[in-house]
């Protein structure tokens, strides 16, 4: 059995910039290779910080990219007056450029467009997905619930962190794959996670994005070793952070959970009879609540509780 390849944070900067210059820096997500390209030293930089826990692929399986993506710096006079960074797959630019400074949070940003944009193959939830062995917990909910914090936080006490951001589901199995990516922490949550473990790896703070002040906490080893090993749903929740609120939940009737969780759904309604069936499948096989919490730990605990009870 050969031995597992470097993680990024293993590897000399020199290389993760030349990898990145030459385009042959390869992520792996798990529901996608990304081959990134970029000659922003300051972006490498950044991205070997956040994605650290990340492994290098085989260079058999680096063949196979399914997006080929580059953040590159405009060309003319932006190159120079108020620099910017530009996103491209594929060689078209998808939205307007960032600031220089804020190359990686474009980068996350266009991986999600892509991946929300051309993974039709699966039923993409607008949701966290964390797991307990094969036993996956699914939170959606619009932004500004306290989604990402809540994940963030289960990813630091234990849990096998799939994604904060998509719902990543095989309809033909059922089965939810990981699409690991940094936890998009933004505003008060980076401070929050900062305060919450000494383990939390957090990478530089952008402020005055379009989404505020974000800073990203990168996946832990577990979650990464564990890329490519799929989780069966056991429980849905609907978190809603309210400060100073008691920690309260209740179990949703079926018709209630399914159309909230379609809701928060990418493609739900690109996807036919194929997207109602998988998103019955998952309200039948388990139970759904709504919960609001103040206190992670507490929030936590209790949904420990409700996975138990789930099985």
Not at 62 to 91: K, L, M, N, T
Request: with cysteine; aromatic share 8%; glycine share 8%.
């Amino acid at each position: 059995m050969s031995a597992p390849s470097l993680r990024l944070r293993e590897c000399d900067l020199g290389e993760i910039s030349q990898r990145c210059r030459t385009g042959q820096l390869h992520l792996d997500y798990g529901a996608a290779l990304v081959r990134v390209r970029s000659p922003l030293d300051v972006f490498a930089r950044t991205l070997q910080r956040t994605y650290g826990a990340f492994r290098l692929p085989h260079p058999a399986q680096a063949e196979c990219a399914d997006y080929h993506v580059e953040v590159i710096r405009p060309r003319g006079p932006r190159a120079f007056i108020r620099p910017q960074s530009q996103f491209r797959i594929d060689g078209i630019q998808p939205f307007d450029p960032f600031p220089l400074t804020n190359a990686l949070p474009l980068f996350e940003w266009g991986v999600n467009w892509c991946f929300g944009q051309r993974a039709n193959q699966y039923i993409l939830l607008h949701a966290g997905v964390l797991a307990k062995g094969e036993r996956a917990i699914i939170m959606a909910a619009p932004p500004g619930s306290g989604k990402s914090t809540l994940a963030a936080a289960m990813m630091l006490r234990g849990f096998r962190l799939l994604s904060d951001e998509f719902g990543v589901l095989r309809p033909e199995t059922g089965d939810l794959v990981a699409m690991l990516k940094p936890v998009a922490l933004k505003n008060q949550s980076v401070e929050v996670i900062r305060a919450f473990s000494d383990e939390a790896v957090i990478g530089p703070l952008f402020t005055g994005t379009r989404k505020g002040d974000v800073a990203h906490l990168a996946a832990n080893d577990a979650s990464a070793d564990a890329i490519h090993q799929p989780a069966r749903p056991a429980l849905v929740l609907f978190p809603s952070f309210e400060v100073g609120a008691t920690l309260a939940s209740h179990r949703l009737p079926g018709k209630d959970a399914f159309a909230h969780l379609a809701f928060n759904s990418f493609n739900y309604h690109l996807l036919g009879a194929t997207g109602f069936e998988a998103v019955a499948d998952i309200i039948v096989a388990c139970p759904a609540y709504q919960i609001r919490y103040s206190a992670l730990d507490a929030a936590i605990s209790h949904i420990e509780s409700l996975l138990d009870e789930a099985s």
